[in-house]
C-alpha cells in the first residue's frame, strides 16, 4: 500500500475526518488506498493551530506522531483552484488553496483504532499491507 507522511495536527485531522483534501504543490497518477502517516516533529505554529482546533472540538488531546493513524482512498488529484469554490470554509483552513498548488480528494478514511509506529518518508512511500491488518482492506 502506499502512504504519504503528513505533518501534525493534519494527520490527525484526515483521521477524525475533519479534514478530506490533502494539499501539495506536486500531483500524483497514483489512485487508490492511501495510508496516512503523521511526521515525528511539529513546530510552534503548527501547536497553536491545534491548540485552538482542540478547543473548537475538531480535533482529539491525543495527537500521535511517528505513527501510521489511517488508512483512505485517493481518489482524485485537482488543482486547487478548482477545489477552492466547493469546499468547506473548514477544509480551507486545513489546507493550503494557493496557486499552482494540488488537491488529493479522500474517501472512505478510517482511522486506525491505535496508531502503529513507523518510520516515514517524503513523497509517496510503500507499506506492508499486511502491518495495517484488517485495516488496510
Known amino acids: 500500500m502506499k502512504a504519504i507522511s503528513l505533518w501534525q495536527p493534519w494527520a490527525t485531522a484526515i483521521a477524525v475526518g475533519v479534514k478530506r483534501i490533502e494539499t501539495r504543490h506536486w500531483t500524483t497518477r497514483y489512485r487508490g488506498p492511501?495510508?496516512?502517516?503523521?511526521?515525528?516533529?511539529?513546530?510552534?505554529?503548527?501547536?497553536d493551530f491545534a491548540s485552538i482546533e482542540r478547543s473548537l472540538g475538531r480535533l482529539p488531546a491525543r495527537i500521535p506522531f511517528g505513527a501510521i493513524v489511517a488508512?483512505?482512498?485517493l481518489v482524485d488529484v485537482r488543482r486547487t483552484k478548482e477545489l477552492?469554490?466547493?469546499?468547506s470554509p473548514i477544509e480551507r483552513i486545513y489546507g493550503n488553496y494557493s496557486v499552482g498548488r494540488y488537491g488529493w480528494v479522500l474517501e472512505d478514511i478510517r482511522a486506525l483504532d491505535e496508531p502503529i509506529p513507523y518510520r516515514g518518508a517524503q513523497g509517496l512511500f510503500d507499506v506492508s499491507s499486511a502491518l495495517l491488518g484488517a485495516a488496510a482492506r
Open 84 to 87: 477552492y469554490l466547493t469546499i
Open 71 to 73: 488508512v483512505a482512498r
Open 34 to 47: 492511501l495510508a496516512i502517516h503523521a511526521a515525528k516533529h511539529w513546530d510552534v505554529d503548527q501547536k
